[in-house]
């Protein structure tokens, strides 16, 4: 990845039973249900448990899939080389689909790498309550003599002896169509 891309780090857990189960309502919106199926259910179920969104997403799309299947398997057995095709109407996804679905559709986020995002979150909220990252990283001083003139200076402890780089910071409001005083 080119540095400067993404200058924020975000954690977005993975998603609760009930945002679970609101994730497959919501997908499940235009697709053909079994009026015995209980959304809220399989996405509390234990079997869904680590699933992300696109982990719901995919047992929907691979319930959706065995229905197809289970639909040109009894169509071939039927005998239909007369041209005639399965109705596509009368498809939808039963309980078996979603059984078959989770057979098929594992966790995308292991409970170790779970585990290892969770250390990252608690190290990152420890160090926004103590208001830098780590002790050992390097010092990021700010100084502004007035609002229009900010300058960042950096400096490491390999060299206290040379001058730290400084760096020219726009003031918040300045964008590159109102910035008169630069000229390219």
Do not use: W
């Not at 290892?116 to 103590?130: F, G, K, L, Q, V």
């Amino acid at each position: 990845m080119r540095s400067g891309r993404l200058d924020k780090l975000l954690y977005v857990p993975l998603p609760t039973p009930s945002d679970r189960a609101s994730i497959l309502t919501a997908l499940a919106k235009n697709i053909r249900i079994s009026d015995d199926i209980d959304l809220a259910a399989i996405g509390s179920s234990a079997r869904a448990e680590g699933y992300s969104g696109a982990d719901c997403a995919a047992l929907l799309r691979e319930a959706g899939l065995a229905v197809v299947k289970e639909g040109l398997s009894a169509d071939g057995d039927a005998g239909a080389g007369d041209g005639d095709k399965f109705d596509v109407a009368s498809l939808c996804i039963k309980k078996r689909h979603f059984q078959y679905a989770f057979k098929h559709v594992m966790p995308s986020v292991s409970k170790k790498d779970q585990a290892r995002y969770d250390r990252i979150r608690d190290r990152m909220a420890r160090a926004r309550s103590r208001g830098n990252v780590d002790a050992e990283d390097d010092d990021v001083t700010t100084t502004a003599s007035s609002p229009a003139a900010a300058s960042t200076s950096i400096s490491t402890s390999a060299d206290a002896s040379e001058t730290p780089p400084t760096t020219d910071v726009k003031k918040v409001g300045d964008s590159p169509n109102n910035s008169s005083k630069h000229s390219t």
